[in-house]
């Protein structure tokens, strides 16, 4: 299989064969010292993040590489009116592969479309998180032993949570049902149902948590205010999908969410075996080690 100078800026980058060679090689890759030695990655932030900056750099320095990059965009030229084609094609003088969290939808493939190093997307609006997604399945697999047959139940934000339109499309390469809880107003857009129904995936649509909670993975998002236009929209709705303490005590299920929480898990289910989400961090790093070491073409 052969990753070398390729980009991933979508979940359909990689066929169902090649996201479970990156899970292989994931399995190995602590035990892998220094190979990217010599090697840069770059991280270009045009929005705020803790997990997938840090896990990306993270990554990179485990793996024996250097780490550039920027988390405000006022303090570069993309504040003088730099385009994204043209800042990546600046980077890509510096660096040995790039990733780009961005508020607009498609803004990794543009950049994708204009550089000659490899584009990871870390997030583009309300589209898609394709590394949220691989290492969302590591966790199951890692978790469960498994990623096929299993009821997933995604809550919360379904219209701008991109985390929950990759993993919807990843875990649809498997033989796996759905249940989707958010309030109406957040559903899952109609484009994302498409994509399930032409695989003739088996999918329920609620508007309870409650009704979400006989599943083997509840996966939990958070509402995303950023995205909304009218903050009175906002305030209507941030507090519809919670999983309190009792809802939490009714579920056996595997409980992941790709953080930050604002309060849709209550703190006392973190202490609870099933509460995989801080685990799910971990395993960021890891599989992050081994999509890098794939792209850069130091492993195989
Ligand atoms: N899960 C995730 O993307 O988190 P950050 O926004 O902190 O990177």
Redesign the pocket.
């Known amino acids: 299989m052969n990753f070398r100078n390729r980009n991933f800026v979508s979940l359909h980058d990689f066929s169902k064969e090649e996201i479970e060679h990156v899970f292989k090689t994931a399995d190995s890759i602590h035990e892998k010292k220094d190979i990217c030695a010599g090697k840069i990655l770059a991280t270009l932030f045009y929005e ?6 840090l896990s990306f750099e993270s990554a990179m320095h485990r793996l024996g590489g250097n780490v550039i990059g920027f988390t405000d965009i006022a303090t570069t030229s993309v504040k003088k009116g730099e385009t994204i084609a043209d800042t990546g094609r600046s980077v890509e003088c510096y660096s040995d592969i790039i990733v780009l969290r961005h508020p607009d939808d498609g803004a990794a493939k543009i950049m994708a479309d204009y550089t000659k190093v490899p584009i990871i997307n870390g ?1 583009d609006g309300s589209h898609q ?1 394709p590394t ?1 997604t691989l290492l969302d399945m590591y966790t199951i697999r890692q978790e469960l032993g498994k990623l096929k047959g299993l009821k997933i139940g995604i809550c919360g934000d379904l219209k701008y949570g991109r ?1 929950a339109h990759s993993l919807a499309e990843g875990l649809s390469l498997y033989n796996n049902e759905f249940i989707f809880a958010s309030p109406e107003e957040l559903k899952l857009p109609d484009y994302a149902k498409r994509k399930l129904d032409e695989k003739n995936i088996k999918y329920e649509e609620k508007r309870e948590l409650k009704d979400t909670l006989d599943v083997d993975v509840l996966y939990m998002t958070r509402i995303q205010k950023e995205r909304f236009h009218d903050p009175i929209e906002y305030e209507r709705v941030k507090n519809n999908t919670i999983l309190t303490k009792e809802l939490g005590q009714k579920t056996n299920a595997l409980i992941m969410h ?3 929480r604002v309060n849709e898990i209550a703190y006392e289910i973190d202490e609870k075996q099933n509460a995989a989400y801080f685990r799910q961090m971990k395993y960021g790093v890891t599989v992050r080690m081994a999509l890098i070491s794939l792209l850069l073409g130091v492993v195989e």
Do not use: D, N
């Open positions: 705020p993040s803790t997990r997938t900056r997030g998180h949220q985390t790709p953080l930050p």
